[in-house]
Structures are given as structure tokens and as C-alpha cells.
């Protein structure tokens, strides 16, 4: 079903609020079924989506968008295919909506129940990411909510055939298809008004480069669960197991470095020094580009000195920062000063500094002798997610269905009043 671009970007937030309350009385069955629907639509339109997406890359690529981004943006047949898969794992998760959370009597009888519920209208602003398209989509709609998407210029082609196909496959089944908009169409003044629009958006994701984030953070008038760039640490102890270093940090950064949980900065016992020379061989055998301090500088001409600002930056590339440091305690200071609470690692057979690292770091995921790619909605078993959270309120780490949802408390009583 094609969007009417006659609707104002208001207009079709206010749709979306009127499709909600029917979305939030669909029964589990109703809501898998709708997204088992949305799953085989996007099958049977990989051709149109990836020809869309072709248009989006081929102006991105003109455009002079980084390669990093062209890879977020990027959409092939396995890719699609990877998307309706997604969709219908969320499908065939437990319904987050109606569960009892608490129970009490209260006033001499009064039965007193804390139930889960949707949100309402659930709005997200992204860039070049059209899997956050369909993520967020069936995330809210499995948790009753209706969604509004602002998806940004690189990928509005693509974003635009999602969208179509995702309302063509609830109109089908006799679903309000208003349940999912896009804004992508009104540019930036459309994103204005979504972080604006109190009353019709009930909540607000944003995912994206600090700077968007940054943006609906200080801008909106809607409540918004922050999700935060990615300066993900992986410190590496005296006690580091050699093979290991090498395959968490490789994989951590250079599986997929346009990702927010790829590794950026890799900190370095002092002891552990005889382990860099071999990480630094299997980091340039998969290409990725060392910023080291005078420490490793030394070990290797093909490092580049890094500066002040490399230890602040999500590069989202085949870079890497890299810092020998004294110990523990020095690890720990320089993760508190630069890192954006994503996650972090600890690479060590040192069970009390493990311990220790797990229980200081202050982030949203920390691991233990596991890659940093780990978090992830979907490895986490949440089918999909539809941000990684790195604030404290409500929602922290990667966020699934019962982060999409309220409560509300109702009673049950026979007569009862307050004495």
C-alpha cells in the first residue's frame, strides 16, 4: 500500500494515534499473525526493496557518504531475507503486553493489580539504517504500539518500499495500516515536529551519530530514551591469553566496524606487551588501521600516532585506538573519562580482576573474555531491538518488547471506599 503524501507530517502523526488504540486491543495472536504477514511481504518485494536501495546507494555514493555508513545502508537479497527472518522471530516471542507485575489488596478488598501496556505511538529518528525500518516496526506492533519513523534522507528510497510493504501486509489482514508511518518525506522540518509533537508521539528513539542523538536529546519536547554512541573499550590484562586477544579483538572490530558495539578502543596491560606484536599482525591482516601511543608506535611503522581525540572517537571504520597502560586501576580511569556507557571487555584469566572490572565499569553491557559484538538485540534473544539504551531511566542495554511497554495498575473493588 502506497503512503498518501498529502498528509502533513502532523497529519499522519495523529493517524498514527488513532491506529494505536486499536493496535494495543490486538490479542498475541493477532499481533503474530500480523508480523508472520509483514515477514512473507517483505519476502516476496526483496526486488523492489533492493532496487530502492540501489537509488539510495548510488546518491549516497555521489553524495560522498562514508563508507561505513554505505554499509549500514547497504540492502542485498540476504540482507532482506535476514529482515523477514528477524521479523518473525519478534513473532514468536512471548507477548510483553498484560503481564501481571505486581498484585495486592488494598482498603479492606480492594484487588489491586500492576499490568504491562503499550506505550501508544512509539517515534524514532535514525540515519542511513533501513533494518532499524523494520526492527522498531515489528518490535512496536508486537508490543501494541504504533509507530512513527523518521528515517533520514540517505534511505528514503529504501525506507520508503519497507514501509509500503509492511502497511500493505497489515491492510491484508485487516489491520489499520496507519499503524506505521514514515516522515521521511517533510525532511527535517518533519523530525522537528516529531520531537515536538507531545500528545501524539508518546515516547522517542533516536539512533545515530552523537550529533542526532545529541540533537533530540536537548530539542525534544517528547520523552526520549537515549541511545548513545559507541566508544567500546576491550582492555587487555597481564593475564590475557594470547589466541584469545587476537580472536576477540579482531572480531570485535573488524566483523562489522560500522556497528555501534565494534570495539574502538583496545587498552593494554603493560605486561601484556609481548601479546602486541601478533594482535597488531592480525589487525592488519584484516585491514583495520592502529592509532597507537609511543608504546606501540614502536612495535610497528605501519601504527599511526594517535592524538588526544582518537581516544573519543567511535571511528565506525577499520580504525583502532590502542594504549598501553600500568594496570588495572589506570584501565578502569581512562574507560571513565572517555567511554559513552556502551559496553566494554575484559580479556584476563585473573577471576578477581574480572570480577572487579565487571563490577566497576559503569556501562550498559560488560563482558568477560567475550567479543564486544555480543551486544546486540538479537544476541541477547530479542529477535530484534530497537536501540541500545545508555541511560538509566526505564530502559539500559539493548532494548526488545518489554521496553516498549508501561504499566498501569487497576483495581478491582465492590463498593470500596477510602476511610
Known sequence: MSIVTETSARERMSLAKDAARRIGLLSDEEKADALHAIADTLDAATDEIVAANAEDLERGTRDGLAE?????????????????????????????????????TIGGGVELTKVSVPFGVVGAIYEARPNVTVDIAALALRSGNAVVLRGGTAAEATNAALVSAMRSALSGRGIDPEAIQTIDAFGRDGAREL???????????????????????????????ETGAGVVHIFVDATARSDWTREIVVNAKAQRPSVCNAVETVLVHRDALPLIPALLDALDAAGVTVHGDE????????????????????????????????????????????????????????????????AEVDSAAVLRNASTRFTDGGEFGFGAEVGISTQKLHARGPMGLPELTSIKWIGRGAGHVRG
Open 295 to 358: 608504546v606501540v608506535c614502536a612495535l610497528s611503522p605501519k601504527v599511526v600516532p594517535a592524538t588526544d581525540d582518537d581516544w573519543a572517537t567511535e571511528y565506525l571504520s577499520l580504525d583502532l585506538s590502542m594504549r598501553v597502560v600500568d594496570g588495572l586501576d589506570e584501565a578502569l580511569q581512562h574507560i571513565r573519562t572517555y567511554s559513552t556507557h556502551h559496553t566494554e571487555s575484559i580479556i584476563t584469566e585473573d577471576h578477581g580482576n574480572a570480577e572487579r572490572f565487571l
Open 68 to 104: 561505513g555508513l554505505l554499509d549500514r545502508l547497504r540492502l542485498d537479497g540476504p540482507r532482506v531475507a535476514a529482515l523477514a527472518a528477524a521479523v518473525r522471530e519478534v513473532a514468536g516471542l512471548p507477548d510483553p503486553v498484560g503481564r501481571v507485575l505486581d498484585r495486592r
Open 195 to 225: 520531537m515536538t509533537a507531545r500528545g501524539l508521539i508518546d515516547i522517542l528513539i533516536p539512533r545515530g551519530s552523537a550529533q542526532l542523538i545529541e540533537t533530540v536529546v536537548t530539542e525534544s519536547t517528547v520523552p526520549v530514551i
